[in-house]
């Protein structure tokens, strides 16, 4: 089993940044697949974007690409998503999720591991 903690969320204005962390433990996180899900209130958990084992594939949902940055660093266990030109809409909880895929899943039932979530909330 692999254990996910995500850090880094907050309050920022419409047009800011963060960078959110998800840090694991209880296996190398080399083994997994990576994503980054979100969720707003009153609406269902929604793909943000994935990761493959190595780093060397990425895949965005359309709302985010090119603002969002999907990242690893399998040395440290840890993964992170660098949020750019944030927009009130993209105020939700955030999920970091594993799963032992070779691929780049991207449905919430793809993934077997999740964090608690962070909240982020961009005023506007």
């Known amino acids: 089993q692999v254990q996910l903690v995500e850090s880094g969320g907050g309050l920022v204005q419409a047009g800011g940044s963060l960078r959110l962390s998800c840090a694991a433990s209880?296996?190398?996180?080399?083994?997994?697949?990576m994503a980054w899900f979100r969720q707003a209130p009153g609406k269902e958990r929604e793909f943000v974007a994935a990761?493959?084992?190595?780093?060397?594939?990425?895949y965005y949902t359309d709302s985010v690409k090119g603002r969002f940055t999907i990242s690893r660093d399998n040395a440290k266990n840890t993964v992170y998503l660098q949020m750019n030109s944030l927009k009130p809409e993209d105020t939700a909880v955030y999920y970091c999720?594993?799963?032992?895929?070779?691929?780049?899943?991207?449905?919430?039932?793809?993934?077997?591991?999740w964090g608690q979530g962070t909240q982020v909330t961009v005023s506007s």
């Open positions: 209880g296996r190398t996180l080399s083994r997994y697949a």
């Open positions: 999720a594993g799963d032992a895929s070779s691929g780049l899943p991207y449905r919430v039932y793809d993934y077997v591991y």
């Open positions: 990761i493959s084992r190595s780093g060397g594939s990425t």
